[in-house]
């Protein structure tokens, strides 16, 4: 069955894609902060920590609305990239933070919600950020290799379960998206796949378009060019909803396994303690560029979807996700590596 987080999170995308006024625009709780800023803020320049990796997905959505918001809110925003440790080191570095609204973090579900379920991490995923906004979904496919004579997910059941403990999927790692989607497609299905983790989702890919491996999640501006070309086989979408980018694709649900829902969301959020008045300017400049074109072409141009969240529905969200990523996580035995 839905969860409650599934359910809030399918009625936002019906909501963008209807293009309707009431966007899940959140009231934000008000509460006094020894930060507070001046209404005039920001007076200078504003540091986005972003622990993705350069040029990943993810990474592209947040410097696609950090371009927009950086114009609206009349400052500098400088992206900074800090990786290690998965990306804690840098998740950290912001939770630790002077919460004056010059420094935040552009994060999705794998820091905040996979890999502190995965192992001990320096912050606390819930209590240690202020959610500003969520701004973008990645629509993760369900993929094949085209030399496999299956074309959908009622046909990709019937051949693992035909062969046993034979084939093999791809992901970035033990913990990745592409893990976690394929351990809930397990779980929802009752089968089960012999997992080969690469070094991260484009060579997970690759591998799987040179036949190494046999199926694997990934998102859709990871492999696009692989599936137009060929190379690669989509037969499915991760998320509740079809996306607008393969509108003719049936989600996971539709095509056999009910109630499967696995997106991979992105978002910002600011270390506690952040003023009322930073939340609300930067929640509103991002409600409003994910309705600009030029922002929308490149999410577009990307394989991302956009996604607006307020910060209360986003913090809720949030808090139930990482429960659930805990659920599979425990459910599957999965350990880092």
Partial sequence: MPTEATTQFAAARRARAAHTAAL????????????????????HS????????????????IRAVTDKLAERLGQAIVVDNPTGASGTIGADRVARSTPDGYTLCGCNNTILGVLPNLRKVPYDPVKSFRPIGMVAVLPTLLLVNPALPIHNTQELLAYVKAHPGQLKYSSGGVGSPQDIAMTMFEAGAGVQLQHIPYKGASQAAVGLAAGEVDTMFCAIGTVLPLVKSGKLRAIAVAGAQRTPLMPDLPTVAEAGVP????????????????????????SHELEGLLHDPATLKRFADQGIDPMYMGPADMGSYMAQDYQRMAKVIKDSHMAAE
């Fill in 24 to 43: 899940l625009t959140a009231t934000v709780i008000t509460f006094t902060s020894p930060y507070a800023v001046a209404e005039d803020w920001p007076t």
């Fill in 46 to 61: 504003i540091t986005m920590v972003t622990p993705l990796a350069a040029g990943s997905a993810a990474d592209v959505a």
């Fill in 259 to 282: 109630g499967y829902d696995y997106a991979s969301w992105i978002g910002i959020v600011a270390p506690k303690g952040v003023s009322d008045t930073v939340v609300n300017k930067v």
